[in-house]
């Protein structure tokens, strides 16, 4: 009968960023090995607090299933002597086995006659084998970086205090380095008892709750939101804060009101919450309130000495921002400029001044491809030569989360038009595209400058690597392009990227690069199908905003599919052939089904991108094609004949796929 499992991995406090990801890799390892074992049938669950691992399972066998499995040995010729009995091979392989010679018969096979043996595997008690199988699961979690704490040789994330395994009110005995398993747990440091013993399963989660500990992240977050009312809702800081604490409860606190007319909000909430990890908390109005909510790894603060700490440290850093706001003032933007000149870019690439003059031109240039859209070329230019100047703030210095949003307000400070100020604060646009299309120009100019001077050193991303996190860029580029509705050629792009730093680079490698990131983008969580959007790509992926157009036409177009059957079979011969001759030549179209073809082929041709009336109109050109391959002999006797009827379905291929490679997408 399935009893339940209880698996708890105690340590010091593991990085609120990584022990989510580890519990759950915990997790997954073991239920691959209790399924492959024939232990488990469904998956448990993980649960985690930043002291521990947790692994529940309702449904463990208390014994592996026996299996009686053939296995075959030596071939008759080599296990049978002259005098008929078994050679030494024969016996070998029965005493490997744990068999005796008389278990063993003989076996035909294609190959010949086998001398074989039925032997039993399984049926091994479940506490033996987990004691195998959790050590196994655990040390095979992949970890960011990993210590050791003791001579034993076993490298973690955090040195591991304690572990505990139960399979119903049984121990299961395991080790991992010099630590063994026992049936006790630990409870919050100072809200529970330091041990405190565990007799079975369904001790879970009533046991540790009493000592402090409530190890379900979701019922945490949970409390989190019940207590914290009128926070600003930040999805990133919760998640960091439940993994924060084992017991959580929240305190609300004052700052003074002076500061909200003071610093621009954007610093406010920076220090809030990037630096103390408290809430901003909005008034019933909804704009930004006087107070905070940080919440606590504690039961409450009666007497308000942690509330009055808090408050304290946040005076100490509004302060240090008012300072800064002030002193930073003193000097404009425009005189900051020949400070870049101190500030390294990237050693191989020169400083941050001349990143500023490649950004201008390169904004300038993007701000004239977009001008019938409404963008400015004069607010690029100036936004993006101004863009880095807060590097040189001491704000930023402090502050680095505030890099270009700061640069915004300074620029609206000293007066600068708001278009400008706009641009600068949002060059970095890691959520949302920039909000104007000048803010566009000055942000993916940023971001080329970057892409394609990192490609020309050779700092190219290579499987997890990506120190300069150029994917993230490269997907900021395809998001503001397709969401900002704004065409651009990529390889264009990047040449004249390339050309501001004077530099080569493998110009396969960034298209290969930028293919990657636009297939990302536009099959990121179901948004089109992968083999749809390799079709798509497979017709030309340089302009993202095209590409997303033709993805959006095939996906509503019910002609795909057989648009997707003739384009294939077209191709194959096209393919069979090897074909790579001269363009079609009407005058030797003799058969009225190469005529019919033809004609249907080049009432295609038009210059606008109305991909779904191009999509109805391809759909119609099964029946032609149909028609030529049945009456339409492709290898006629005629060289000059048989050359252009393969130009002809050469031609067709070509401008059928110019939407979408469609037997890319048949077969996929």
């Known amino acids: 009968m399935p009893k339940p499992l209880l698996i708890e991995i105690g340590c010091e406090e593991i990085p609120a960023r990584v022990v989510g990801p580890l519990a759950r890799q915990f997790a997954e390892n073991l239920n691959r090995h209790l399924k492959s074992a024939g232990l488990a049938e469904q998956d448990g669950v993980a649960q985690w607090t930043p002291r521990r691992l947790i692994y529940l399972n309702d449904e463990v066998a208390e014994w592996q299933p026996e299996r009686e499995e053939e296995i075959l040995g030596p071939p008759k010729k080599v296990a049978v002597a002259a005098d008929g009995s078994f050679t030494p091979q024969a016996v070998g392989f029965a005493a490997?086995?744990?068999?005796?010679?008389?278990?063993?018969?003989?076996?035909?096979?294609?190959?010949?006659?086998?001398?074989?043996?039925?032997?039993?595997?399984?049926?091994?008690?479940?506490?033996?084998?987990?004691?195998?199988?959790?050590?196994?699961?655990?040390?095979?979690?992949?970890?960011?970086?990993?210590?050791?704490?003791?001579?034993?040789?076993?490298?973690?994330?955090?040195?591991?205090?304690?572990?505990?395994?139960?399979?119903?009110?049984?121990?299961?005995?395991?080790?991992?380095?010099?630590?063994?398993?026992?049936?006790?747990?630990?409870?919050?440091?100072?809200?529970?008892?330091?041990?405190?013993?565990?007799?079975?399963?369904?001790?879970?989660?009533?046991?540790?709750q009493d000592n402090g500990v409530i190890p379900d992240p979701a019922q945490r977050r949970a409390q989190i939101e019940q207590k914290a009312e009128l926070v600003r809702r930040d999805e990133d800081l919760l998640d960091t804060l439940v993994n924060l604490t084992e017991y959580p409860d929240t305190i609300t606190g004052e700052f003074d009101a002076a500061y909200l007319g003071s610093l621009p909000q954007d610093v406010l909430v920076t220090v809030m919450r990037d630096h103390q990890k408290y809430f901003a908390v909005n008034d019933d109005s909804g704009n930004l309130a006087a107070r905070f909510v940080a919440v606590i790894n504690q039961k409450g603060d009666p007497r308000g000495l942690i509330r009055h700490g808090?408050?304290?440290?946040?005076?100490?850093?509004?302060?240090?921002?008012?300072?800064?706001?002030?002193?930073?003032?003193?000097?404009?933007?425009?005189?900051?400029?020949?400070?870049?000149?101190?500030?390294?870019?990237?050693?191989?690439?020169?400083?941050?001044?001349?990143?500023?003059?490649?950004?201008?031109?390169?904004?300038?240039?993007?701000?004239?491809?977009?001008?019938?859209?409404?963008?400015?070329?004069?607010?690029?230019?100036?936004?993006?030569?101004?863009?880095?100047?807060?590097?040189?703030?001491?704000?930023?210095?402090?502050?680095?989360?505030?890099?270009?949003?700061?640069?915004?307000?300074?620029?609206?400070?000293?007066?600068?038009?708001?278009?400008?100020?706009?641009?600068?604060?949002?060059?970095?646009?890691?959520?949302?595209?920039?909000?104007?299309?000048?803010?566009?120009?000055?942000?993916?100019?940023?971001?080329?400058?970057?892409?394609?001077?990192?490609?020309?050193?050779?700092?190219?991303?290579?499987?997890?690597?990506?120190?300069?996190?150029?994917?993230?860029?490269?997907?900021?580029i395809v998001r503001t392009l397709i969401e900002k509705a704004l065409p651009l050629s990529l390889s264009q792009t990047c040449y004249r990227a390339l050309a501001g730093y004077a530099l080569q680079a493998d110009s396969a490698a960034l298209a290969n690069f930028f293919r990657e990131r636009l297939f990302f983008y536009l099959s990121e969580n179901g948004r089109w199908s992968r083999p749809l959007v390799a079709a798509v790509l497979a017709a030309g992926a340089d302009n993202p905003l095209d590409a997303a157009a033709r993805c959006r036409a095939v996906a509503s177009a019910p002609e795909a599919a057989a648009v997707a059957a003739v384009v294939k079979r077209a191709r194959n011969i096209v393919r069979k052939e090897n074909w790579t001759g001269t363009a079609v030549d009407p005058s030797r179209l003799t058969a009225s089904a190469e005529e019919a073809l033809y004609a249907a082929v080049k009432g295609l041709d038009r210059a606008d991108s109305d991909y779904a009336a191009e999509l109805a109109a391809i759909g119609g050109l099964a029946a032609p094609l149909e028609q030529f391959f049945a009456e339409v002999r492709v290898n006629d006797e005629n060289p000059a004949v048989r050359a252009n009827r393969l130009a002809l379905l050469a031609w067709t291929v070509e401008r059928l796929t110019r939407i979408a490679d469609f037997s890319e997408f048949a077969a996929g």
């Open 96 to 208: 490997r086995n744990g068999l005796p010679v008389s278990a063993l018969y003989w076996q035909t096979t294609p190959k010949g006659d086998y001398v074989a043996a039925k032997r039993k595997t399984g049926g091994g008690a479940a506490p033996d084998l987990l004691g195998a199988l959790i050590p196994q699961a655990l040390l095979e979690i992949q970890l960011p970086r990993a210590m050791r704490w003791d001579d034993s040789g076993v490298r973690f994330i955090r040195p591991i205090r304690w572990l505990l395994a139960c399979l119903d009110d049984q121990l299961v005995p395991f080790q991992i380095g010099k630590l063994k398993s026992c049936m006790e747990s630990r409870g919050h440091r100072s809200l529970g008892a330091a041990r405190f013993p565990v007799s079975r399963c369904t001790n879970y989660p009533h046991r540790w």
């Open 310 to 476: 808090n408050e304290r440290v946040l005076k100490a850093r509004f302060s240090d921002a008012q300072f800064f706001w002030e002193q930073d003032r003193k000097m404009g933007l425009g005189e900051r400029l020949a400070l870049l000149e101190q500030v390294t870019f990237q050693v191989k690439l020169g400083s941050y001044r001349q990143k500023s003059l490649r950004m201008r031109a390169l904004a300038e240039w993007l701000a004239k491809q977009w001008q019938g859209q409404g963008c400015d070329a004069g607010v690029a230019v100036i936004a993006a030569e101004l863009a880095k100047c807060d590097l040189t703030t001491e704000m930023v210095k402090e502050f680095t989360e505030l890099q270009g949003i700061m640069g915004g307000h300074y620029a609206r400070a000293e007066g600068q038009p708001e278009a400008i100020a706009m641009a600068i604060a949002d060059q970095y646009a890691w959520d949302a595209p920039p909000r104007t299309l000048e803010g566009a120009a000055v942000s993916l100019a940023d971001k080329f400058d970057t892409i394609a001077g990192m490609f020309a050193i050779g700092e190219i991303p290579s499987g997890s690597a990506d120190p300069f996190g150029l994917r993230r860029q490269a997907n900021g």
